[in-house]
């Protein structure tokens, strides 16, 4: 039997219509703020879609462009005064940045009250003391609410995610093995030796390591549930763009998985609704 699609959008569209009862009783609108740096394509149309679920939830949104000659230290001066902005509960840098910028330091800089990304140290910390009820990673936390929709018991099965990313990989490990979720994980990347055995033994594998349809269908043992993270731009002469987008797993493991997220109108949507449900836990905290 083929594999059952994990439709992503369609869980993204019954979770926003949860948060906007939430809006709705939340004593300020909430308010996103979105940086951007440079003229990376890729980059706008995530932001204008990040707007658009906005306009959509009745969050306001504020989005503040920069050229890509932008100083860290006039970059520095910006997040300042977001922090400072009484009226903005969320701050959001867009990746990636120019490479003379660090983004890690200047995520560093974010009021962690407003780091709805989740990536902040203050924020990363909490999800490995167990607590859960603050601002998280938006990927893993997307896919955990996937997996709770599709009503997948992950409780005493093996996980094997793939990739140790500190935005995706080691938050996802740390997710899955909390109390309530209770996951046997196993993280494995690049210095692991022997991936494809360790995939076989999996329950539920989650692909989050950037490299195009690496996990092949002779990798995933029959009736597995398979999350597919990546999404990548191959070049495909076939195409009228002369390119496509992949995951991190092959298309054939449709073949074999019983749950498979697809590429794209999988992870992709829930991560913009969880940014958005960080963003309404952000005035929630700051209005509380």
């Known amino acids: 039997m083929p594999a059952k699609i994990l439709d992503g959008k369609s869980c993204a569209e019954d979770f926003e219509e949860q948060l906007k009862s939430r809006i709705s009783n939340c004593t300020v609108q909430p308010h996103l703020g979105v940086v951007i740096v440079g003229d990376d394509p890729a980059s706008h149309v995530y932001v204008r ?14 989005h503040l462009e920069y050229s890509s000659e932008i100083t860290q230290s006039e970059l520095e001066d910006v997040i300042h005064s977001l922090n400072e902005d009484t009226s ?18 200047l995520t560093d800089l974010i009021n962690p009250k407003k780091d709805v ?40 099965k093996k996980v094997v995610v793939i990739g140790r990313s500190f935005n995706v990989g080691m938050p996802q490990a740390l997710l899955l093995s909390s109390k309530g979720a ?35 269908p ?23 763009r002369g390119w496509r987008l992949a995951g991190d797993v092959h298309p054939d493991v449709a073949k074999t998985a019983s ?19 960080n963003t309404v836990l952000a005035a929630e905290i700051q209005h509380q």
């Open 49 to 62: 879609n990040k707007i658009k679920s906005c306009e959509r939830l009745g969050i306001r949104s504020t």
């Open 88 to 105: 903005l509960h969320g701050i959001l840098i867009q990746s990636p940045l120019p490479s003379h910028l660090d983004e890690e330091s």
């Open 117 to 156: 990304d989740g990536f902040h140290p203050i924020n990363l910390g909490r999800i490995v003391q167990g607590r859960l009820d603050g601002l998280m990673p938006c990927t893993p936390a997307g896919v955990m609410e996937m997996l709770r929709w599709a009503n997948v018991d992950l409780s005493g």
């Open 182 to 216: 209770d996951a046997t994980v196993t993280l494995v990347h690049s210095r692991t030796k022997d991936v494809k055995s360790e995939c076989l033994s999996a329950d539920i594998i989650i692909a989050a390591v950037g490299i195009p349809e690496m996990v092949k």
């Open 218 to 240: 002779d990798w995933v043992k029959s009736g597995c549930i398979v999350i597919d993270v990546g999404i990548n731009r191959v070049e495909d002469s076939s195409h009228v």
């Open 259 to 277: 749950l498979l997220s697809p590429v794209p109108g999988g992870v992709g949507p829930m991560t913009v609704a969880m940014l958005m449900s």
